[in-house]
T-cell receptor, first 113, second 112 residues
Framework: DGGITQSPKYLFRKEGQNVTLSCEQNLNHDAMYWYRQDPGQGLRLIYYSQIVNDFQKGDIAEGYSVSREKKESFPLTVTSAQKNPTAFYLC????????????FGEGSRLTVL | QKEVEQNSGPLSVPEGAIASLNCTYSDRGSQSFFWYRQYSGKSPELIMFIYSNGDKEDGRFTAQLNKASQYVSLLIRDSQPSDSATYLCAVNYGGSQGNLIFGKGTKLSVKP
């Protein structure tokens, strides 16, 4: 079955540590996105990539980094520079067609201890 | 600053009633509009999308768009307890496909 796989589903981190969240898709989608969601909040865009080896900052990119070395993969690193990293992180992809529909992974919940 | 506004709720309706969820957006250049449903602890899933003024129906769901008033709504007929979730309105302002601005969501509770 086609879809988006995020891992890990739950992650605990000590302050000062970098962590990397994995996102893999087999939908053959060109564009991939990372969103952050805090309780009672909408989704806020961290980074997005429309093609391999290229990515753009979203609204809240500070303290995060990404790479796009393969079409299928778009990992997100939460660095120690991110002051409040505890959140629900969602990876998404789209074909870039007329609908603009986003397909989401199941999410990764990061808790900083 | 492009914004999407939703009433956070909770909106409580009895089973079988019509639930009406509303969303306003700030930029007249907006091109496409989406409603996502998100169950607690889960990722969003697309319910409806609409591009043109008027109504669009899909089963128990109807999306309504009024670009002059910058207003989009979602009606859920014959509401079921399984419809209890947070509904996110999202707007594409014409940038990168999939680069959506999301509202904070309206929490819907359908009481048996």
């Amino acid at each position: 079955d086609g879809g988006i796989t995020q891992s890990p589903k739950y992650l605990f981190r000590k302050e000062g540590q970098n962590v990397t969240l994995s996102c893999e898709q087999n939908l053959n989608h060109d564009a991939m996105y990372w969103y952050r969601q805090d309780p009672g909040q909408g989704l806020r865009l961290i980074y997005y990539s429309q093609i391999v080896n290229d990515f753009q900052k979203g609204d809240i990119a500070e303290g995060y980094s990404v790479s796009r070395e393969k079409k299928e993969s778009f990992p997100l690193t939460v660095t120690s520079a991110q002051k409040n990293p505890t959140a629900f992180y969602l990876c998404a992809s789209t074909t870039g067609g007329n609908t603009g529909e986003l397909f989401f992974g199941e999410g990764s919940r990061l808790t900083v201890l | 600053q492009k914004e999407v506004e939703q009433n956070s709720g909770p909106l409580s309706v009895p089973e079988g009633a019509i639930a009406s969820l509303n969303c306003t957006y700030s930029d007249r250049g907006s091109q496409s509009f989406f409603w996502y449903r998100q169950y607690s602890g889960k990722s969003p899933e697309l319910i409806m999308f609409i591009y043109s003024n008027g109504d669009k129906e899909d089963g128990r769901f109807t999306a309504q768009l009024n670009k002059a008033s910058q207003y989009v709504s979602l009606l859920i007929r014959d509401s079921q307890p399984s419809d209890s979730a947070t509904y996110l309105c999202a707007v594409n302002y014409g940038g990168s496909q999939g680069n959506l601005i999301f509202g904070k969501g309206t929490k819907l509770s359908v009481k048996p």
